[in-house]
């Protein structure tokens, strides 16, 4: 008699429960909006302008370039490069208020080859942006 009434209670308050959760779901409606306008700015790295190279030859030869600095902020410096015909580049690095530079060389190595000049601006956050290269010398 009482596991029929065990039985009897647990199967009503199994049917309460059921009955309770479906008859009273709980709920909640929140609503709210709000317009926001995104604007992403990009920028690009000025190259330098203005940029001449030049060869000067004599038995101990001297290669230069000049240019116009980048209109760019935070530059934090300039990577001149020699463009060799035979595929070497010499890099050199300079710093941001370099506007020229100049190197002596062997005749020897701009006879038989010819060089070209290009020079890539660094900025502190790390974009680069490189000039088209010189038109060609050679001694």
């Known amino acids: 008699m009482i596991s ?4 009897l209670l647990v199967l009503g308050l199994t049917t309460a429960v ?7 779901p709980a709920g909640a409606s929140l609503a709210d909006s709000a317009v926001v306008s995104t604007t ?28 116009t600095k980048s209109t760019s902020a935070r530059v934090s410096g300039y990577t001149l490069k020699v463009h060799f015909s035979d595929g070497l580049v010499q890099n050199v690095e300079l710093p941001a208020s370099a506007t020229s530079w100049s190197a002596s ?28 290269k010189t038109a060609a ?3």
């Open 40 to 67: 992403i700015a990009t920028t690009t790295v000025a190259p330098v302008t203005n940029l001449v190279g030049g060869l000067d030859c004599k038995p101990t030869s001297t290669m230069s370039a000049t240019w």
């Open 105 to 132: 060389i062997d005749k020897y190595y701009v006879t038989a080859y010819s060089i070209q000049y290009s020079v890539t601006t660094r900025t502190d956050y790390g974009w680069i942006k490189e000039t088209a």
């Open 4 to 7: 029929i009434r065990n039985a």
């Open 137 to 139: 010398f050679q001694c």
């Open 18 to 24: 059921a009955v309770g959760t479906a008859a009273a």
